[in-house]
């Protein structure tokens, strides 16, 4: 009896396999495909997207055999293809021919695009259609689209000599721009996007004025995520040692790894060494401005969401007024402070001089604000705070009394505290504006 449904058992299987590789060529038979269209983020053009994969299948009761998969303009459009492992040859007219996919089965296809330059100035329309003709005749398509972007590229560049840089279209740094001793670079009306670990190093001077410095990732890390809400994608500006006057104004430095960075240098209190007017620097995976023993004047600037401390002075001369400095970072409760201020750097003392008015100071934490001083007496550790908002414990000591005047000191208590006082603060987006909201006891304060 045991042999009787054993053989009954092969035999089944074997029908069963027989019903799964029965294939038809009937009239009426269709793949099911994820969409009409798909949508791809806007690329630069000589450049590899990110790759897109979607899925096809077959939920028929029968097998379907494909005597092709091609891209309709072939290998105009720059679109690349692999359709379940099987490559669209260029040299085959970008096809693929006798696929098979057995009945309740599907195909896993990847897309990718390297655009061709379009010699536009705005992004332009790359489209293709994927075209899959099945065995009995019928034809299904899928549109591809996405849009390409004429854009300048710097590989590693050191310039020395006095440049003005000025573009209607995108720069790409791919690796680094320098700016050497005794130069300096004049940014005006221009964005730089950096790529991945790419940034600038400034020996000399540098000027910016309605500029923007960021990642060179224009896709999304998911539907709702573009990658210019992400922190780290490139490395930052850092000021070296023999670096003098530099200007930034009505510019953005975002989602930098170190932002901003300005070495250790002999100050001279008569000329400040990096002035900042009506700037953001938002979203760094490190600190956002960094400075030591440095003549900083920060002048309507937002500082926000950093790993790092948003601000952290190690000595010199700070000059903060109507600022924002808004420490809300999502992608770590171990975060920084939103100010950070001492009079040393590495165990060596440095005079500090830090004067903040007008200027809002909050963030998640109960307290954004830390000074330290080190032991010796000798080294100046001078701090005046007036007419700001500060989330920190109120500071009782009445020989400090000079040290903050008009001072609105944020607890945990207060009715409108932290985010409350900004417009949005969307944490499950990564969607930021920190102009006031209507309700904020800040009113007047801030960069906005």
Partial sequence: MKRIFF?????????????????????????????DTLKMDTVFARTPSATYTFWVFNHNDDGIRLSSVRLARRNQSGYRVNVD????????????????????????????????DTHQLEPQLVEDHLVFTLEN??????LL?????????????????????????PIIVMDSLNVAQG??????????????????????????????????????MFDYLPYDRVSGQWGGVRFLQSSVDNELTQTEIRNATEAVVCDSAAIDIERPRLVMRHCVVHNAKGRGIETVNTYLI??????????GHCLAIHGGVAQIDYCTLAQFYPFSA??????????????????????????????????????????????????????????????????????????I????????????????????????????????????????
Wanted: hydrophobic share 35%; charged share 25%; proline share 2%.
């Fill in 334 to 407: 171990d975060r920084g402070v939103a100010l950070y201020f001492s009079n040393s750097w590495l165990g060596y003392g440095l005079p500090l001089m830090l004067t903040c008015e007008n200027t809002i100071i909050t963030g998640y934490a109960d307290d954004v604000v830390i000074g330290e001083a080190v032991e010796d007496e000798t080294v100046p550790f001078s701090y005046v705070f007036s007419r700001s908002l500060m989330r920190t414990p109120k500071v009782e000591d009445e020989s400090l009394a000079e040290s903050f005047t008009d001072i």
């Fill in 137 to 142: 005749g019928a034809e299904q398509r899928i």
């Fill in 183 to 220: 130069v300096t670079l004049t940014l005006r009306n221009t964005t730089l996007y950096f790529h991945d670990q790419a940034g600038m190093t400034v020996a000399g001077t540098l000027k910016t004025e309605n500029c923007t410095l960021r990642g060179d990732r224009l896709d999304h």
């Fill in 298 to 307: 920060l002048d309507h600037c937002q500082l926000s969401n950093t790993l």
């Fill in 7 to 35: 053989f009954i058992a092969i035999m089944a299987a074997l029908l069963s396999c027989e019903r799964d590789d029965k294939f038809s060529t009937a009239g009426g038979l269709r793949l099911t495909l994820p969409a």
């Fill in 145 to 169: 689209r996405a849009w390409a972007w004429d854009a300048e590229r710097i590989g590693s560049m050191t310039l020395t000599r006095d440049t003005v840089i000025e573009s209607q279209r």
């Fill in 85 to 116: 492992g099987s490559y669209l040859d260029n040299s085959n007219g970008s096809q693929v021919n006798d696929l098979e996919v057995r009945r309740k089965d599907s195909l896993l296809v990847f897309v990718e695009l390297t655009a061709p």
């Fill in 409 to 448: 000191w944020e607890t945990p208590k207060d009715s409108i505290q932290g985010k409350q006082h900004f417009r949005t603060v969307d944490e499950d987006n990564l969607v930021y504006d920190f102009r006031l909201d209507s309700l904020s006891t800040a009113q007047g304060m801030g960069c906005y």
